[in-house]
């Protein structure tokens, strides 16, 4: 059975650090790996989406790396401020249709 | 652009009765679409591929018959959840994906349906 596994489940840091959040999957035939953030009662944002063929991708303040051999994906915040906090959810796209969501690490910056 | 829009943005309901979401493509076509359910304080399952033109694909689990999905036309895919019960009280959320399909084959997400069923 295909897993993709988030730790940790909740973090908390004070503003201005750089933080990074993991991902570990499964699946070593990964199509794509995605990055998303939800609100409390929100849909999903759309944070950065990484091809197999790819080792990173970077937008802004967060850079995404994935390592298919291991089985890894981490996101990388930098300079957290409080409207960074949300809950971020990794996903694996693990064909062209099918794709596989993390539990999800509860982000919280403390002012 | 990629939008995807739901309608209702929430909906609260009585036992027994039934309740349609709707999923639409803004501004791009999608012949297939999917339907996840997020349950509190856990991540997103899905539930079931809505393909345009045909019968959608339901995971294992899922009821079909309780569970009913159209994708009549390109840009709109619809859920019925039929007889809800409190059970069914969850955040519904449909993704799209672009026809034709890119390199990415990535989906867009709608902005979800809160579901209440008392």
């Known amino acids: 059975k295909q897993e993709v596994t988030q730790i940790p489940a909740a973090l908390s840091v004070p503003e201005g650090e750089n933080l990074v959040l993991n991902c570990s999957f499964t699946d070593s035939a990964i199509y794509n790996l995605q990055w998303f953030r939800q609100d409390p009662g929100k849909g999903l944002t759309s944070l950065l989406l990484?091809?197999?063929?790819?080792r990173e991708q970077t937008s802004g303040r967060l850079n995404a790396s994935l390592d298919k051999s291991s089985g890894r994906s981490t996101l990388y915040i930098a300079a957290s401020q409080p409207g960074d906090s949300a809950t971020y959810l990794c996903a694996e796209y693990s064909s062209a249709s099918k794709i596989i969501f993390g539990s999800g690490t509860r982000l919280s910056i403390r002012p | 652009g990629a939008v995807v829009s739901q309608h209702p943005s929430w909906v609260i309901c009585k036992s027994g009765t039934s309740v349609k979401i709707e999923c639409r493509s803004l501004d791009f076509q999608a012949t297939t679409m999917f339907w996840y359910r997020q349950f509190p304080k856990q991540s997103l399952m899905l539930m079931a591929t809505?393909?345009?033109?045909?019968?959608?694909?339901?995971e294992q689990g899922v009821e079909k018959d309780k569970f009913l999905i159209n994708h009549a036309s390109l840009t709109l895919s619809t859920l019925t959840v039929t007889s809800a019960h409190p059970e069914d009280s969850s955040f519904y959320i449909c993704?799209?994906?672009?026809?034709?399909?890119?390199?990415?084959?990535?989906?867009?997400f709608g902005p979800g349906t809160r579901l209440t069923v008392l």
């Open positions: 990484i091809q197999s063929s790819q």
């Open positions: 993704s799209a994906r672009k026809y034709p399909l890119s390199s990415y084959n990535e989906q867009f």
């Open positions: 809505s393909n345009e033109g045909s019968k959608a694909t339901y």
